[in-house]
């Protein structure tokens, strides 16, 4: 008998779902023995019954449940609490839902501050109240990663996943397991770049500028971007997002790993980790520009990113 799917998205963008599509000739195999019972992004199912008639949030019970984006508003709390309860194994799908992702950047803010900003004093807006009504979902206080607010069971990380991974991940529910992880490996651990170990030093490029390479030439014969005087989040991201091709993306279009798989391991440090990295090779890690929202870019729940204590006036 198919196994039944329940598939929620929450501060998410839908590229998460995409990948689930993306997961072409594997996801044909697999869809003979799945039953989605609920997946917002392709089948319309209303959470308080089709005429809104219902006074209690229905999502159907399945087995399996896969969950996208973090968590920043009332309304995403209750929607995760209600997968929860509905299903047995719950998967965290994509970075936001691992991490945060890159809406967390937020947190560096408090609330107040980002709605001063996006309604008063974004250029591209006319200045306007903050949008408060009944139906608008009041926020909470930080976007948090899934696993903050409910308990996770898998965790598929990557902005967005790799598809690979979702096919991976789903063969070995089917075959009856109940965990399944991606091994600890770095992304530099996949990187097949000339690695000396020293860099030109100075300060840190801006992606700004090309890194040297020849066109004509493989990844084998391109110096390590790091090295090269980049920041390249390679040594603290976990590795995977190629799939089981291995190479890692962004490297493969000759630019810097910007850690969108997330920390190597749970609680890892990747800021200070990377600081240690870029020290090693002679580079100075206080010439990244930005360098908390940049080195924890796709992580900023669990705390990782928040807002700053306010400095004495001098
Ligand atoms: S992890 Fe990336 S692809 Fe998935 S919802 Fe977040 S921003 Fe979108
Ligand atoms: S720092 Fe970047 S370019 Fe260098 S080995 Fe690691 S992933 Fe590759
Ligand atoms: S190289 Fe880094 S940022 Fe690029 S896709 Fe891979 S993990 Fe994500």
Redesign the pocket.
């Known amino acids: 008998m198919p196994v039944k799917v329940a598939e929620e998205?929450l501060?998410?963008?839908?590229?998460?779902?995409?990948?689930i599509l993306n997961t072409g000739e594997a996801l044909l195999d697999l869809l003979p023995h799945l039953d989605f019972v609920h997946i917002p992004v392709l089948i319309d199912h209303k959470y308080f019954g089709q005429t809104g008639d219902k006074t209690v949030m229905e999502i159907p019970e399945a087995v399996v449940g896969i969950v996208?984006?973090?968590v920043r508003n009332e309304e995403h709390k209750h929607v995760a609490e209600e997968m929860r309860q509905k299903v047995k194994i719950l998967i965290a799908?994509?970075?936001?839902?691992?991490y945060g992702?890159?809406?967390a950047q937020a947190n560096m803010w408090k609330n107040d501050e980002v709605f001063d900003k996006v309604f008063r004093h974004c250029a591209s807006t006319e200045p306007s109240p903050n949008p408060e009504h009944p139906n608008v979902p009041k926020w909470t206080n930080s976007c948090q990663a899934l696993d903050e607010v409910v308990k996770v069971d898998i965790t598929i990380?990557?902005?967005?996943?790799h598809p690979d991974w979702i096919a991976d991940a789903i063969g070995a529910l089917l075959a009856g397991k109940t965990a399944w992880a991606l091994p600890e490996r770095s992304v530099c651990d996949t990187c097949p770049v000339i690695r000396e170990k020293k860099s030109g030093g100075g300060p840190i490029k801006r992606a700004f500028t090309n890194i040297d390479f020849d066109p004509e030439q493989g990844l084998d014969k391109m110096r390590c971007i790091n090295e090269q005087g980049f920041l390249c989040l390679g040594p603290v991201t976990l590795a995977g997002c190629a799939g089981k091709e291995g190479v890692p993306r962004c490297v493969q279009a000759r630019t810097p790993c910007r850690g969108?798989f997330g920390p190597i391991r749970k609680g890892a440090r990747p800021m200070v980790d990377m600081m240690g990295a870029l020290t090693s090779v002679g580079l100075d890690p206080k010439t990244v520009v930005d360098r908390r929202a940049i080195m924890n870019r796709?992580i900023g729940g669990h705390g990782f990113l928040a807002p700053l204590p306010a400095r004495p006036a001098r």
Do not use: V
């Not at 799908?93 to 691992?98: F, I, Q, T, V």
């Not at 990380?157 to 996943?161: T, V, Y």
């Open positions: 998205w501060n998410a963008c839908s590229g998460c779902e995409i990948s996208s984006g973090g799908l994509g970075s936001c839902a691992a992702g890159i809406p990380p990557g902005c967005p996943p969108c796709y």
